[in-house]
């Protein structure tokens, strides 16, 4: 599999999943200016949409959008337990959890990377995502991940959009537990491996 990828980006969630999933992986930088990857090669005739991420399998086929990626690489390695089973309602939770992420945090930092934003739509974004992430502090206050005691691709996603927090001047102390939480999952090695590879850390 070979995951293409922006540093930081939303893709950064998708490349956490890999590393705890113990799958052989390739990983290739997109510059999404040029829509050229590392190697030279036309990333829209990889992904037609354009932006991250995409994960090309090896048979060739390409999967994108971070949640269906993550659920695919998660299911190549159930011993992992990166995500419940499908049989459950604990996968419902995560998928529940997933949508959350993407449609009510990740959503609303998009204001703030988009240089055609207006100030009126910011401060609207900014005061969604402060009442999304008191939710979130509460969520995680007293567990250890987001569905209890287990790892889950659903940490990697908001573990990869509570880190665009400083980059908005959004100061996540107000909230200890996500800081603490922010740590916990900062802190595992697939994650440490992840930040290093893309050249965060």
Not at 131 to 149: H, I, T
Request: hydrophobic content about 50%.
């Amino acid at each position: 599999m070979k995951l293409f990828y922006k540093a930081g980006a939303c893709s950064f969630a998708s490349h956490i999943v890999l590393q705890e999933s113990g799958l052989p992986f390739q990983i290739e930088a997109v510059d999404l200016k040029t829509k050229l990857t590392a190697s030279g090669a036309d990333f829209t005739a990889i992904n037609a949409k354009g932006y991250m991420p995409a994960l090309q399998l090896d048979n060739g086929e390409v999967l994108t959008e971070g949640p269906a990626i993550m659920a695919y690489i998660a299911d190549q390695a159930p011993a992992k337990h990166l995500a419940p089973l499908n049989d459950g309602m604990a996968r419902y939770r995560l998928q529940a959890w997933l949508t959350f992420i993407g449609t009510e945090l990740h959503k609303n930092f998009s204001p703030f990377f988009n240089p055609a934003a207006t100030s009126d739509w910011k401060a609207a974004a900014m005061a969604n995502l402060e009442r999304r992430l008191a939710y979130v502090a509460k969520e995680v206050d007293g567990k250890q991940f987001l569905l209890g005691n287990e790892f889950s691709i659903g940490d990697a996603y908001l573990f990869t959009v509570l880190g665009w927090a400083k980059h908005i001047d959004l100061d996540l102390n107000k909230w200890p537990a996500l800081v603490a939480y922010q740590a916990r999952v900062g802190a595992r090695a697939g994650v440490q491996a992840a930040l290093k590879a893309e050249g965060l850390i």
